[in-house]
């Protein structure tokens, strides 16, 4: 009898992840369960769950001192992924399965009770890492498999059950393979061409789109502000293939992917509740820390309506995102970093109260300053667009049609190619990204269009960080008409879309 069963897996550290060796021992003593190896608490559940796939897939459980380690000790292992391995690993230990076919093959599935695989999140990070490592296979429970298939030159096989794995391993059974069925289209996005009216918002979200910019739309409820959100991600450009694989990745371990249609390349719309908490916008929770709604909305939007009534304590964890395009957690074992890069806009009613026409709000001046001065300061800081949104008037609704989200994307594609080549060389991608210091000194504007920047100084209307953020508009509005360097107008309406006092 072998007593000793080494099967390979993978473990997420953070979003990262790494080869795990799982060891099946099966020794002299009382009949015992043992599984060792910095585990998580949500690990000792899969004894059970080993247990008795074991012994309801027809095989037998040893009545001994059985004990599973799972290496190396520095990685926190978590969650059901390895179930699979382990009861494999005990399997060979006890010399009722094959080992010919576990060299460079990892194995991933939580097991059911009666045996069946069931999907776990982040096969995509874990597959790419494993293939990183020199696996060359990967088994994987079958409803994971459109999205294992996903990683280029790694043989992926899917399994239903327990004993599909043990007869595959022994060379008499097949894993199932990634159907050929065309993946039907994804869910469309919708379209901007449904908006009727709101051209100031409809525009503010061009530029946006154009320049990378955030956004706040102040206007009274049910004026349409989670309808032109939700057609934001319509006219931005579809994902390019590693950004299309990044945000699947982390999709993945959130558990938030489609079944369906595994890979993400529409840039996602992330949209929490107002009373959405701190860990589930930014991420974290006990155990493996999830990622959050800015993970989920990375190289996307992440919607924030009615943002006036949200913790300030929720609003500031955004800062550290915004700033740094990514998000640390901290965990018991270290910090976990998730990429957090995306469009963010804001959406708020102008006041507590929130009438449907701004001339029935029974609010006092004093509470209507305070509604939105929570958003002021750093947050607000580099939130360079800010609209305000009116009732369409009677004849708006009468005019049919907005223009389609294809005629918008299209401008903004062209705006974004003009500004990539203008920072080509420094590396930035969106004029959002650009610091003050390098619009300033290195691409400096004439001084006729400078004018009112210089005016608006002086008179102490916007400060000097506010000026940066009004040239960097202006690069965008600047882009959006094909021009080679802002001029009087684009800076002007530059500073309208950040001089508004609400
Ligand atoms: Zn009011």
Redesign the pocket.
Known sequence: MRVVGNVHSMGLGGFTGQPVEIQGNIGQGLPKFTVSGSVDASLREAKDRVRAAIVNSGFKFPELAVTVALAPAQLRKEGSGFDLGMALSLLIAGGQAATERLRGTVFLGELALDGRVRAVRGVLPLLLAARDHGFVRAVVPVANLREAALVDELEVGGAQSLSQVVAWLAGDGALDSVSDDPVPPAPSVPDMADVVGQSAARQALEVAAAGGHHVLMVGPPGIGKTMLAARLPGILPELDPAESLQVTAIHSVAGTLPDTHPLITVPPFVAPHHSVSAAALLGGGTGMARPGAVSRAHRGVLFLDECAEMGAKVLDGLRQPLEEGEIRLSRRDGDTKYPARFLLLLAANP?????AHDID???SSVV?RRYLGKLSGPLLDRVDIRVQMEPPGPTMLLTGQGEPSAAIAARVATARAQARERWREQGWTTNAEVPGNALRQDFPLSRAALAPIERYLRDGRITARGADRALRLAWTLNDLRGGTSPELDDVAQALMYRDRNF
Do not use: E, K
């Open positions: 006041c507590p109260c929130a009438p709000c029974v609010c209507r």
